[in-house]
């Protein structure tokens, strides 16, 4: 299957996404540095190896926009959290997704893995889970509540899976949620349109690295014609600090 995007193909298509979501892609925001964590979910060997049942050409396509995002939120001194989509021996975690997909990503394989481009540091949290949502039965609740995040910028692996199962979920629990469209990735372009345009519609605002990486630092972060909704202070805005 030809490549739905491509590095060199990343700005004139995520252009052309954002046009098409934009009548949807009303909630704009502006990135609360302070109170900000970014989710790179399951950018794990087993959906970037062409030869993997579950490869994921969109994916490969935004891994230097991600990179690019991942330094910037270490040099701004904001948390960069992980997932990996695991489970264990024989499948006994796997459920219905063991029926439903032809393949499983098993915990300890080298498949398994972050991929090198973007692997975490030893102090940054990787967060293990079974299905779609980082927030179904993990400790990423948790962890967001510890560090009073109030912004989550949602990347990864699949855009219209785990990526938009996870930023429905941060919807849920009143999180802020950013979705990059350059850098999150699926299988074909139709999937990865048609979930930004969820995500715009109902649970979050779609936007770039670039303009994400320009509001991470509010004293060089060039003007911004961004408004917050009335009422948009966070899920934490009665909390000191």
């Known amino acids: ?11 004139a298509k995520t252009t052309t996404w954002l046009e098409k979501i934009r009548p949807y892609n009303t909630h704009a925001m502006r990135l609360n540095s302070p109170k900000s964590a970014l989710l790179v979910i399951d950018v794990q060997r087993f959906f970037l190896d062409p030869e993997s049942p579950t490869f994921t050409c969109g994916g490969l396509a935004m891994l ?13 001194g904001r948390p960069v959290l992980y997932t990996r989509h695991v489970h264990g021996p024989d499948n006994i975690d796997s459920g219905i997704m063991g029926w439903w997909w032809e393949g499983m990503c098993l915990e300890g394989s080298v498949e398994s893995e972050i991929h090198p481009e973007v692997a975490p540091l030893p102090s940054e949290k990787v967060i293990l889970k079974h299905r779609y949502s980082a927030f179904y039965n993990t400790d990423l609740e948790t962890v967001l509540r510890c560090l009073k995040i109030e912004d989550l910028v949602v990347t990864g692996i699949m855009t219209n899976l785990c990526c938009e199962s996870t930023a429905r979920d941060a919807y849920y629990r009143d999180y802020r949620v950013f979705v990059l469209a350059d850098g999150t990735g699926t299988i074909t372009e139709e999937m990865h349109l048609a979930s930004l345009l969820n995500l715009a519609y109902g649970f979050s605002f779609v936007t770039t690295a670039d303009r994400i990486i320009a509001e991470l630092n509010p004293m060089t972060s060039p003007e911004s014609d961004i408004r917050l909704p009335a009422g948009s202070a966070g899920p934490c805005s009665s909390r000191e600090g």
């Open 1 to 11: 299957m030809r490549p739905y995007v491509t590095e060199k193909t990343m700005i």
């Open 64 to 76: 230097p926009t991600l990179k690019r995002v991942v330094g910037a939120f270490r040099s701004a």
